[in-house]
């Protein structure tokens, strides 16, 4: 089946998504460094979201769109990654564009439930794989190309120990 541009319609994958987030809260704040304190140094997942607003009113959109951009994850420290992305100069350019495009930028994030440990790094892992089939957010989706791979022939070698 062919995969649709956009939230998922399938009730399968909504479901999902309520039992993995069932007892988590969320939080939002904006992608600033100066709010770096209203994120935890904790495991979880993240949302990059415009603030709808102002996407609102720029645009002449309905009150209360918004736009989820990104979907990302933290097995170690959601402030880490909240940092990553409010630095002056973000590594990813996806970044930079959302800034010009639709100004501030809003951080949604939910802690991981329990202690750290497997069962946690799997909650993370498949927790952000449901918000992903769910919310099918662009920036996931154009993940930029790696270079192509290239490979020397040589004479074979020996492998082991």
């Known amino acids: 089946m062919t995969r649709l541009e956009g939230w998922s319609l399938s009730e399968d994958d909504w479901r999902r998504l309520a039992r993995l987030l069932d007892e988590v809260e969320w939080r939002i704040t904006q992608l600033r460094s100066l709010n770096q304190d209203d994120v935890p140094s904790t495991a979880g997942v ?22 989820v951009l990104y979907v990302g994850r933290s ?7 909240f940092l990553d992305h409010a630095s002056d100069s ?3 350019p996806l970044i930079k564009i959302s800034r010009r495009t639709f100004g501030e930028l809003r951080y949604a994030y ?9 069962s946690q790094k799997r909650w993370v892992r498949d927790a952000e794989s449901a918000l992903i089939s769910v919310l099918s957010p662009p920036a996931n989706r154009n993940v930029p190309q790696a270079s192509p791979m290239t ?5 074979p070698q020996p492998i082991g120990i």
């Open 90 to 92: 973000p590594d990813n």
């Open 46 to 67: 993240y949302i990059l979201m415009t603030d709808s607003q102002r996407v609102s009113d720029q645009y002449r959109l309905p009150k209360g769109i918004a736009n």
């Open 110 to 118: 939910a802690r991981a439930p329990g202690n750290a440990g497997t």
């Open 75 to 81: 097995t170690t420290s959601l402030r880490k990654r």
């Open 151 to 155: 490979a020397r022939l040589e004479s």
